[in-house]
């Protein structure tokens, strides 16, 4: 079976985070067209709980792109999942991007929560979101500060939850291209189900 490269642009939800990016509702709507143009895959929209404006600019995407798969962003709680549910209900193919941090410190310093927590918070998210599309994508936040046996036990749980995509990001930029390449080898190998999902990475460069 030949190997299909997926095009994920998060030019309208990350590269709005880049300073003097902000962008209207309009101007999203005209870039998600040239996405579709383009032939990209799947567009993340934005981040529909983050502001009135983001939730109706993928509203507003979601009604205008028919050709590409269009994802709004959402942590692993409730209230977001629901809000990007909402935000996607027009699009012609939709996906939802839920995402909880994994590494040491920010379960420690930012959700305040234990390891075991944070897989039933990253399971309960993934179930939900399958309640408005088929198509979840999950993402272990801050995976390249993480420890690798976590990342597997967490990966391995949300896929059995119905994950479709797993996106490992580098959020701060720690790792070098070839410790980033080493740690996504390990995991297609040591997660038992990893077969069943399809593995995307987003990678920083923010140290120059």
Do not use: W
């Amino acid at each position: 079976m030949t190997d299909k490269l997926i095009i994920f642009d998060t030019t309208l939800r990350d590269g709005e985070q880049s300073p003097g990016a902000s962008m209207t509702k309009d101007e999203k709507v005209r870039i998600a067209k040239a996405l579709e143009r383009m032939r990209v895959d799947v567009i993340e929209a934005g981040f529909p709980i983050a502001s009135t404006g983001d939730f109706e600019a993928v509203q507003a995407v979601a009604k205008a792109v028919k050709d590409s798969r269009i994802c709004g962003l959402s942590r692993a709680l409730d209230a977001d999942i629901d809000r990007a549910g909402e935000a996607l209900k027009l699009a012609n193919a939709s996906r939802i991007h839920t995402f909880i941090a994994t590494s040491p410190i920010h379960m420690k310093m930012k959700l305040r929560m234990e390891p075991d927590q944070v897989i039933e918070n990253a399971v309960r998210a993934v179930k939900r979101a399958r309640q408005y599309t088929d198509d979840v994508e999950f993402s272990p936040e801050d995976a390249g500060r993480s420890e690798t046996d976590f990342l597997c036990r967490i990966l391995e749980a949300v896929i059995d939850a119905g994950a479709s995509t797993l996106n490992i990001p580098d959020t701060v930029g720690y790792n070098l291209p070839h410790q980033f390449g080493s740690l996504i080898s390990t995991l297609r190998e040591r997660i038992p189900n990893a077969d069943k999902a399809i593995f995307s990475v987003h990678c920083h460069n923010d140290l120059g």
